[in-house]
């Protein structure tokens, strides 16, 4: 299994409060992405990361932000939590998705925001 | 992902018998993924495809890319109920974004 771990792994918090979910990876990989799923929808991309401090906005960015300061982590931060932002989060990582290269999942974080 | 459209959405079918799940895009797919997940679970990679043309089976799953590179299909012979759960598509449209469609959701009938 490749090593990447999300933290927490469950969380719930109140309306208003930041929140920030964790990406570890001990693959060296240099694409990083975070996910949200939902019923209905799929994943949907958030944010991802091509290198350290190389960030760019996916199709549902707004309320999120990113920071990635070093190979191994990838953070997503919720400023202000809402409960639209009540949802599954899953990161993945890729040494080159274009190459024909295995996409990893990492389990997944349960957020519930009330 | 509006970029990539699954179809259906959902199925319901017999034990035994043979379904095809569609992804399809308007842009040219480099690389296209199928994952499998259990409700309330994590990913689990099928296969991934990247030429024109190719296809690859996994049991009795069968992925193909079709010749333009612009639609996958998931073909599933003699189903089974470990056959069900959601079946998710994934491609890299540009420069490295990966997105997904919407999924499928698969039951199977005893």
């Known amino acids: 299994d490749a090593g990447i771990t999300q933290s927490p792994r469950h969380k719930v918090t109140e309306t208003g409060t930041p929140v920030t979910l964790r990406c570890h990876q001990t693959e060296n990989h240099r694409y990083m992405y975070w996910y949200r799923q939902d019923p209905g929808h799929g994943l949907r991309l958030i944010h991802y990361s091509y290198g350290v401090k190389d960030t760019d906005k996916g199709e549902v960015s707004d309320g999120y932000s990113v920071s990635r300061s070093k190979t191994e982590d990838f953070l997503l931060t919720l400023e202000s939590a809402t409960s639209s932002q009540t949802s599954v989060y899953f990161c993945?990582?890729?040494?080159?998705?274009?190459?024909?290269?295995?996409?990893?999942f990492g389990e997944g974080s349960w957020l519930t925001v009330v | 992902s509006q970029e990539l459209e699954q179809s259906p959405q959902s199925l319901i079918v017999q034990e035994g018998k043979n379904l095809t799940i569609n992804c399809t895009s308007s842009?040219?797919?480099?690389?296209l993924y199928w994952y499998k997940q259990k409700y309330g679970e994590g990913l689990i990679f099928l296969m991934m495809l990247q030429k024109g043309g190719e296809e690859k089976s996994h049991e009795k799953i069968t992925a193909k890319l079709d010749e333009k590179k612009q639609q996958s299909s998931l073909h599933i012979t003699a189903s089974q109920p470990s056959h069900a759960g959601i079946y998710l598509c994934g491609a890299d449209i540009v420069a490295n974004k990966l997105v997904f469609g919407a999924g499928t959701i698969l039951r199977v009938k005893s």
């Open positions: 842009k040219t797919l480099y690389g």
């Open positions: 993945a990582i890729s040494p080159d998705p274009a190459g024909g290269n295995s996409i990893y």
